[in-house]
């Protein structure tokens, strides 16, 4: 292991990898943490951690929320979820970097109301914006339509103008 990390400093050192390049892979990797830290505190409905995560300013757009600012009202959207699906689960299927973005694709699965003949299952992507390891911009996009009609996270049956 010290050999290796020596090596990776005499390459660092020799310029044979432009620091920029170097620089851009750290930046990646904690975007990429604070995306799979975001995914761990949903399955743990920790809506505190959540809201920690997303920075003060953080902005959230998604088809049930077009558009939301702040950290809190993004926490209090999933803890509507939670309420509305209490065995709700994110399967993270890809996580995926470029330029400033991380790209998500997951299922949410569960069941609306805790209703075991109530199965919820829905593929989602979700692109994020993350700066100083806080998320500042979450768009999210997925299909409304639930085999029973479309229904919004929280259980409502609203419809849209264009549903």
């Not at 330029?99 to 694709?105: E, L, P, R, T």
């Amino acid at each position: 292991m010290k050999a290796a990390a020596t090596g990776l400093v005499f390459v660092l050192a020799s310029g044979l990898v432009p620091t920029a390049i170097v620089a851009a892979s750290v930046a990646d990797a904690k975007a990429v943490d604070a995306v799979r830290w975001k995914f761990e505190a949903f399955n743990k409905h920790d809506v505190d951690a959540i809201e920690r995560i997303y920075a003060n300013d953080a902005t959230l757009s998604s088809p049930d929320y077009p558009s939301l600012t702040g950290n809190a009202p993004i926490a209090d959207t999933y803890r509507k979820i939670f309420d509305a699906i209490p065995d709700a689960q994110d399967k993270l299927e890809t996580v995926e970097t470029s330029g400033k973005h991380v790209y998500a694709q997951f299922v949410l699965t569960g069941h609306l109301n805790g209703a075991k003949d109530k199965p919820v299952s829905v593929r989602i992507i979700s692109v994020y914006a993350v700066k100083n390891g806080r998320i500042i911009d979450d768009t999210t996009y997925y299909d409304r339509k639930m085999p029973a009609g479309p229904r919004s996270f929280d259980g409502s049956r609203g419809r849209r103008e264009h549903d």
